[in-house]
């Protein structure tokens, strides 16, 4: 009898316990934070994949740069822009130079055209030069990179919607205070999250091409040639003899004063010469 009074009590007291242990890992799950609690139901059974990246296909960032020569630089910018518009590109950047080191007026464009009209435009640009001197296109897969971005933001959405529930189930105002503060930070790392998955996207969607074109100008001469030295010498032998010309017509009332001086002398020896003749 004593033995069977032993083991019902037993069997109630190892009955309290499981209840009690329960409730507690119960308590417990509303107070861990759902990052706690999806990681503890993702070790207890295996996620089921995710169809959202499988739906993915694959992200391309192509980009490129060419460079030649024109002998209309104005036309030429004008094709381009033409050409732009009809494959709905954009001009980002533009700006224009005169580089007097190599004697030739500069175009350099940052534009953006939709991938899927790249090859087309760059086609186009390139069948308006005279003289191609570079063009390099790179591509980069970037389709891991989003993936990644787009799980992380499912994820914090998915966390934002837990404590959500939680501020809705909440009494304490310690709770609701603590649970506002960390929905505040979700939310701000989804802006940021989303911020850098719309980057992704526009980078995939729009190609860059960077363009710089140019023309030649006309060669000046910089005074280092012998044809220019010869020039120039005779102009500065030229303009000497002007100034000597000049000067020595200025110096007319010396000249005049030399003649006079030059009759009376010679008069004066004429008369010497024929007094003594006369003697």
Known sequence: MKKLIFVCV?????????KKQKAELKSLDLIMPPSMVDQKQ?????????????????KIIKN????????NIAATRKAISSSLNKLDGYIAEESETNNSDNNRKEFNLKTRIPAKNFDQFLQNVSSGADRIDSKNISMKDVTTEYIDISTQLTNKKKLEERYLELLKKGTKI???????NKLTEIQTDIESTQGQLNYLEKQVEYSELDITFYTKLAVEDNGKTFGYKLLSSLSDGWEILGVLFLGFVGLWPVWIIIAVLFVIVKGWRKRMRNGKATA
């Open 42 to 58: 993702k070790a207890s059974k295996p996620a089921p994949p995710d169809q959202e990246t499988k739906a993915i296909t694959k």
């Open 174 to 180: 310690s709770d609701l205070l603590e649970i506002e």
């Open 10 to 18: 037993l069997s109630l007291a190892l009955g309290a316990c499981e």
């Open 64 to 71: 490129g740069d060419i460079s030649f020569e024109t002998n």
